[in-house]
């Protein structure tokens, strides 16, 4: 797991920024593994991203066989789920980041049926909570999950990136869920 703390603010962490068609991809890189991979608009709001998920770190953008690979991954449209990971989380959080991981590209599913994969009916807010705490989008396919029958849901890197991300996986969703990927 990554060190927290004053541990964390003598680790150096290695990231990378990668442009996309979805906007600017911000990774960081602990011992081998993808710990946080941040969406945002300009290199700027990824360092802001990186900051606040692991304050006092310092980022180096040494390049690594693994930002080449996510980066290569991202550009061609491969499927990320074999990246290595390292997610810290509460144990609904994992449970959820794990099914999340199950979902094929091109395919989504509600929140209230991803709380019900998890053995938690009735759990779609929290669901909800978790896949906005996912350290690690794209890899942990958390825009992959959409609202029953009221559009796109909520996506902490923006609805309109939500829907561009669906679309470019071309992804089967309700028909109210379509137009707001139509845009």
Request: glycine share 16%.
């Amino acid at each position: 797991m990554v060190k927290s703390g004053a541990e964390q603010n003598r680790v150096e962490l290695g990231s990378a920024v990668v442009g996309t068609a979805w906007g600017q991809v911000g990774l960081v890189e602990w011992r081998g593994a993808v710990v946080f991979l941040a969406l945002a608009d300009d290199r700027v709001a990824v360092g802001e991203e990186f900051a606040l998920e692991h304050p006092g770190a310092i980022p180096s953008e040494r390049a690594s066989q693994l930002g080449r690979q996510v980066a290569q991954g991202i550009a061609s449209g491969r499927e990320l789920g074999g990246i290595p990971v390292e997610l810290s989380g509460t144990e609904f959080q994992e449970a959820v980041w794990r099914e999340l991981a199950r979902i094929p590209r091109g395919e989504v599913v509600t929140y209230g049926e991803l709380a019900h994969r998890i053995g938690r009916p009735g759990a779609s807010r929290a669901v909800g909570a978790a896949c906005g705490a996912n350290p690690v989008a794209l890899i942990v396919p958390c825009h992959r999950v959409v609202g029953s029958g009221d559009g796109l849901g909520g996506y902490r890197w923006g609805a309109a990136r939500k829907a561009r991300i669906l679309r470019d996986e071309g992804a089967v969703t309700t028909a109210r869920a379509r137009s707001a990927i139509a845009g």
